[in-house]
């Protein structure tokens, strides 16, 4: 079976990020962003080669074959996964429009990108479809102490069950609160300690053998003071 052959070429690049369209012959451009820009730029050809572009405006240059050829996709910017949220993604959209005066192009102004988000604002995104159950926000982990966060972080890293976008998104967020230095919320019993300084004690911790749940049931007997928690003499 011979494969179509295609009047422009897309990139082959599989990830989250922001791509044009861009009419060579008028140097009008239409901006866009998806979570996997190589099949949203694929599916926009599809319409193109058929003399349909994304929008009335794009239309009007699509009369003829010789049209199609005016145009050309171009990768303006990409991400790794789980390193952007839906929000920022359109923000960085934004700035491309922008950028390439594209609502004097084929952008529509009455649709601007901050408000067609399909995920939820503080989502992270991925290029790899997710089933609903295992898409996770971030704004739950942004909201937990340093002790509650380097918590859960260390035991999700020992479960056999990994979560990989809550992983990703937690070490992000550890690695930011170090960078910052942060206070420690309102509250905490650990209040003299950094976020640096928690996660050093965990690491040490785990090279001395202890494992997860003793390792947790410490910190919580340092934030709360319960002898519930307190560690046991070994015998």
């Known amino acids: ?54 929008n009335l405006k794009m239309d009007e240059d699509l009369k003829s074959e010789n049209d199609i050829k005016n145009f050309e996709f ?58 609903y159950k295992n898409r996770y926000c971030c704004k739950d982990i942004t909201k937990m102490s340093n002790t509650s966060l380097l918590q859960r972080y260390s035991k999700m890293l020992c ?16 690695l930011k609160r170090m960078g910052t230095r942060p206070e420690l919320e309102k509250g905490e019993n650990m209040e003299d300690m950094t976020i640096t300084e928690i996660a050093r004690l965990i690491e040490g911790l785990r090279s001395a053998g202890w494992e997860e749940k003793k390792i947790n049931d410490f910190l919580l007997y340092i934030e709360s003071g319960s002898e519930e928690f307190k560690p046991k003499e070994e015998k």
């Open 159 to 174: 479960t056999d069950q990994k979560r990989e976008n809550e992983i990703f998104w937690m070490k992000h967020e550890i």
């Open 1 to 54: 079976m011979n494969r179509k052959q295609h009047i422009i070429q897309v990139p082959d690049v599989k990830k989250v990020g922001v791509y044009a369209i861009h009419n060579k012959f008028n140097d009008k451009y239409y901006v866009g962003s998806s979570v996997n820009i190589n099949s949203r730029m694929k599916s926009h050809r599809s319409n193109i080669e058929k003399l349909n572009g994304s």
């Open 74 to 131: 171009i990768v303006l910017e990409t991400f790794e996964d789980f390193e952007i949220t839906d929000l920022e993604l359109r923000n960085r959209e934004a700035f491309y429009i922008n950028k390439y005066d594209a609502y004097n192009g084929y952008n529509v102004s009455s649709r601007p990108p901050t408000i067609n988000g399909y995920f939820g604002d503080n989502e992270f995104l991925r290029a790899e479809k997710m089933s």
